[in-house]
C-alpha cells in the first residue's frame, strides 16, 4: 500500500469522520501500528485521531481549525486608528498636483 493512499480515500469519503472512526475502531482491535499499515498512515496521525476519539468521542474526529489562536505581531487598536486618522488627514499625492502637462512637456 502506498502512504498517500489514507489521504486520498480521505479524499473520497463524502464524511471523512466514517473514515477516521474505521480508523480508530481498527487500531482499538489490532493496534496502532497494525492500523497505520492497513490505512497506509502514519503512526503518528493514528495516535492523533485515537487520542481524541478517546476524549471526545466521535466529535473528536471532526477536523479541527487550524487558525491561529493569536497574533503577537498584531497591532493595537489604538494604534490602528492613529494610522487611520492620520492617512484620512493627507492627501495623495500625484504629478499632477504640483505640475501642470504642459510644464511637464516643454522643460
Known amino acids: 500500500m502506498c502512504?498517500?493512499?489514507?489521504y486520498m480515500m480521505l479524499r473520497n469519503?463524502?464524511?471523512p469522520k466514517q473514515?477516521?472512526?474505521?480508523?480508530?475502531?481498527?487500531?482499538?482491535?489490532r493496534g496502532k501500528k497494525a492500523a497505520a499499515r492497513r490505512f497506509a498512515t502514519t503512526v503518528s496521525t493514528v495516535r492523533k485521531w485515537h487520542g481524541?476519539?478517546?476524549i471526545k468521542g466521535l466529535a473528536g474526529?471532526?477536523?479541527?481549525?487550524r487558525r491561529p489562536h493569536n497574533c503577537p505581531n498584531a497591532v493595537s487598536q489604538e494604534v490602528r486608528k492613529h494610522v487611520i486618522a492620520i492617512r484620512k488627514g493627507k492627501k495623495t499625492l500625484s504629478i499632477s498636483s504640483h505640475y501642470s502637462a504642459s510644464s511637464c512637456l516643454f522643460r
Not at 3 to 6: A, T, V
Not at 19 to 29: G, H, I, Q, S
Not at 61 to 65: A, D, G
Request: proline letters at 4%.
Open 3 to 6: 502512504p498517500i493512499e489514507y
Open 13 to 15: 469519503y463524502k464524511d
Open 19 to 29: 473514515l477516521r472512526l474505521k480508523l480508530v475502531l481498527y487500531a482499538d482491535e
Open 52 to 54: 481524541r476519539w478517546k
Open 61 to 65: 474526529l471532526e477536523e479541527m481549525s
